[in-house]
């Protein structure tokens, strides 16, 4: 298997285990949390923001519309899933923070080149190094 194949792989696999984890979350009948008013949007925002970095990042920067779309189906499916679970309940305004969550990241990470160059770079080995990882700063 040649190295871009492998970090796609790696890449998706990345994907598939956040939204995962998303899944076995919402699946809880409850959530501990701080008793503070919708901070469950922040977490919202943020965790899709994750899974919205990294679904760019699988598709390559210039695909960051079609990654906003495919998180914001998924986290429509999430809450639809959670209107089965018992002590859950599917929530417009969560949607909406999944989606924006996802655009935000998925646009920063596409148009923010040095954030992108930043998220690349390997946590170990340098800048510059005969290692191709730390050469590639897209997959396409």
């Given at each position: 298997m ?45 965790v ?28 429509a ?20 923070a999944?989606?924006?969550?996802a ?35 897209s997959?396409?």
């Amino acid at each position: 298997m040649d190295f871009s194949k492998s970090l796609s792989l790696r890449r998706w696999a990345f994907v598939m285990a956040v939204a995962g984890l998303i899944v076995v979350a919402s699946s809880r009948g409850a959530v501990a949390g701080p008793p503070i008013n919708h901070f469950d949007k922040v977490v919202h925002f943020s965790v899709y923001g994750l899974l919205g970095t990294l679904v760019v990042r699988a598709l390559g920067h210039r695909r960051w519309v079609l990654a906003v779309v495919i998180v914001s189906l998924f986290g429509a499916s999430d809450e639809w899933h959670q209107s089965f679970v018992p002590g859950r309940a599917m929530e417009f305004g969560d949607w909406v923070a999944d989606t924006l969550g996802a655009a935000v990241a998925a646009l920063g990470y596409a148009r923010w080149s040095r954030y992108r160059e930043r998220l690349e770079c390997p946590l170990r080995g340098a800048r510059g190094s005969d290692n191709p990882a730390a050469r590639a700063v897209s997959p396409e």
